[in-house]
């Protein structure tokens, strides 16, 4: 069998496609997979926390709504509470001490109803089956026994309080029908005696509110079931207090067998994100359902732009491959002619150059050899050799700054080796300082300058010891803010040698840092020098002149470079502030723009 050979533009093209679309098809699937996976997740564990979270919230308000009825009839230590007395004497009072009590308990359960809007109504039913009302809401002959929640909660010798499931009020209120759940909760005198059941009804809105002020999609809903799944809360009202359809039931049967979590399901031949969590208060779960295409539109909208740029660049990559491969391709073939044309003997063939790039080259070089082969080895011989013998000579006169450096780091090593640490110390940190001081960037990040500021402060140390403290406040996210280089190292020099120099005992240096909207602002204080207002004028006066920097003062001069520097770079909303402290000593802030990298 022949074996295929291709062309070089062929093989050209293959190479060119096989580097470039092959791994760009591959990174897109996936970035593709990798993006849709990590986008998924991360907005089913949001919506999962953002339930839950609404879960605590409903947790808070009936833990409220408990405390309000635990403080109504609550015993001191030293003093029963009055209440439960007067309803204890109720049955055996004249009918004016019975009308007396029945206001003062109506007083006394207002407190807790009237300045709440979410508490309904509270009722108290003593042994002997007379009813006490707050605001006096009672029908003549409510029928609180018709619920059997209430019926099997007092018969229960174990049960002290419950929390009903959703219920209408018409049935013993004369205020409007509203949906309601209620807490119920026997009450004993100090003894131990029990006196009666306290009623309390929270309105189910109450609860609405929590979960539709964190509402996630539009499409989406909201509900609160108990064990039998019935519907404790929901927006559509016609479900409230109603069971679930069996449908609905089959679809929230998972969310009962874990604390909380999330799972899809389908609904209506859609897919669904069911997220749940267990109000613990009373064991109901929050039950969230999101169409998953409005939920994951973001992730959608990725994937799309993924993909058409995929295409894109697959397109454009080969069309810049068949472009390249024949530019690359036709010159070559050109000029395998030619020498086949010279093998046979024809040396007066020239190539044509018509570009200044490698093939042109090749092709000038070509004919240079055919008229003078051995010329053109000798030219070429020489030539490169005086080429490369100016290089070398370029290369040995200038001066590596990475030589000094390398020479601090050997005397770093030497003071290991003679035990001398402060030694290898002080050589450390001037390198450092020299390596950043030449860094070709102008523009550094806070904390690179920052860590220079550190290497400083630690060759100064080895001066002054213990003469000065360096105090830091700077926020973590400030630290990638991009500002120029050198501009806090002048300022924290000319702390040590204009502020705590002029000081007898121990001074500090404070730097710090503070972000707004639109700018970073980077102070550095001392508590040095006492400094008198005109002081302070004559420096501000400084920093403002129009004159040449030379006319000035070396302490102040630093400063006005500074100034000048952030203000070239910025403009004249930026630059330096002086003042100084309320104590003594001298503060400058020096502000710029809050660009980060």
């Not at 070089?8 to 699937?29: E, I, N, R």
């Not at 707050?134 to 002959?141: F, T, V, Y």
């Not at 499931?165 to 009450?187: D, L, R």
């Not at 003679?418 to 001037?430: C, E, T, W």
Request: with cysteine; proline share 3%; charged share 20%.
């Amino acid at each position: 069998m022949k074996k295929v050979r291709f062309n070089l533009f062929a093989k050209l093209m293959f190479s060119f496609l096989s580097l470039v679309v092959l791994p760009l098809t591959v990174l897109s699937y996936i970035a593709y997979s990798v993006a849709t996976h990590i986008i998924n997740n991360n907005l089913s564990r949001s919506l999962q926390q953002t339930v839950h979270q609404l879960s605590l919230n409903s947790e808070v308000v009936l833990e409220e709504a408990e405390k309000a009825v635990h403080t109504a009839f609550y015993d001191s230590f030293n003093l029963p509470n009055p209440i439960k007395k007067q309803i204890e004497d109720y049955p055996t009072a004249s009918d004016y001490e019975k009308s007396q009590i029945s206001r003062s308990v109506e007083d006394e359960m207002n407190k807790y109803t009237i300045y709440r809007n979410d508490i309904n109504g509270m009722y108290f039913i003593d042994t002997a089956g007379n009813y006490f009302s707050s605001a006096n809401q009672l029908r003549e002959k409510p029928n609180f026994t018709s619920f059997s929640w209430f019926q099997a909660f007092r018969n229960s010798a174990a049960q002290e309080a419950l929390w009903s499931s959703s219920h209408k009020v018409g049935g013993y209120t004369t205020s409007s029908n509203a949906n309601v759940v209620t807490f119920i909760k026997k009450i004993s005198n100090p003894y131990g005696r029990q006196i009666g059941i306290l009623w309390m009804d929270l309105n189910e809105r109450s609860l609405e509110n929590i979960y539709t002020s964190g509402r996630i999609a539009p499409n989406g809903y909201t509900l609160i079931l108990d064990e039998a799944n019935t519907v404790i809360s929901a927006s559509d009202k016609t479900i409230v207090t109603e069971k679930l359809e069996q449908e609905k039931v089959t679809l929230f049967q998972q969310a009962f067998h874990e604390d909380n979590g999330y799972y899809f399901t389908e609904e209506q031949g859609i897919r669904k994100l069911v997220a749940f969590a267990t109000i613990h208060t009373t064991g109901w779960k929050m039950v969230t359902v999101v169409p998953a295409g409005d939920l994951f539109m973001d992730a959608s909208r990725v994937k799309n732009i993924i993909v058409l740029l995929a295409l894109i660049m697959i397109v454009m990559s080969t069309v810049i491959a068949y472009y390249l491969s024949r530019r690359i391709s036709r010159p070559i073939h050109n000029l395998i002619r030619l020498m086949e044309k010279v093998a046979e003997g024809n040396m007066t063939v020239r190539a044509r150059v018509s570009q200044s790039d490698e093939i042109g080259k090749l092709n000038k070089h070509f004919n240079i050899m055919i008229s003078d082969i051995q010329n053109l080895i000798s030219t070429v011989f020489v030539s490169n050799l005086k080429q490369k013998e100016a290089e070398l000579a370029s290369l040995e006169a200038q001066i590596n700054p990475h030589f000094l450096y390398n020479t601090l780091q050997s005397i770093k090593w030497l003071s290991d080796i003679h035990q001398a640490p402060d030694i290898g110390d002080m050589a450390i940190s001037l390198a450092k300082i020299f390596r950043f001081s030449i860094k070709g960037a102008p523009i550094v990040s806070f904390y690179e300058e920052i860590q220079h500021v550190k290497d400083y402060i630690s060759i100064q140390k080895f001066r002054y010891g213990d003469r000065f403290e360096l105090v830091m406040k700077i926020p973590e996210e400030t630290l990638r803010c991009q500002i120029p280089k050198l501009i806090i190292q002048p300022l924290v020099e000319n702390a040590i040698f204009h502020g705590i120099e002029t000081k007898e005992d121990q001074g500090t240096i404070k730097i710090w840092a503070a972000v707004d909207e639109h700018s970073l602002h980077i102070g550095v204080e001392d508590d040095g020098a006492e400094l008198s207002e005109e002081k302070i004028t004559a420096i501000r006066s400084v920093l403002n002149s129009a004159g040449p920097p030379h006319s000035h003062k070396p302490s102040s001069l630093g400063l006005r470079n500074i100034h000048e520097r952030l203000q070239l770079l910025y403009g004249n909303d930026y630059g330096l502030q002086v003042d100084r402290r309320a104590e003594r000593g001298f503060i400058v802030i020096a502000s710029l723009p809050n660009k980060m990298e």
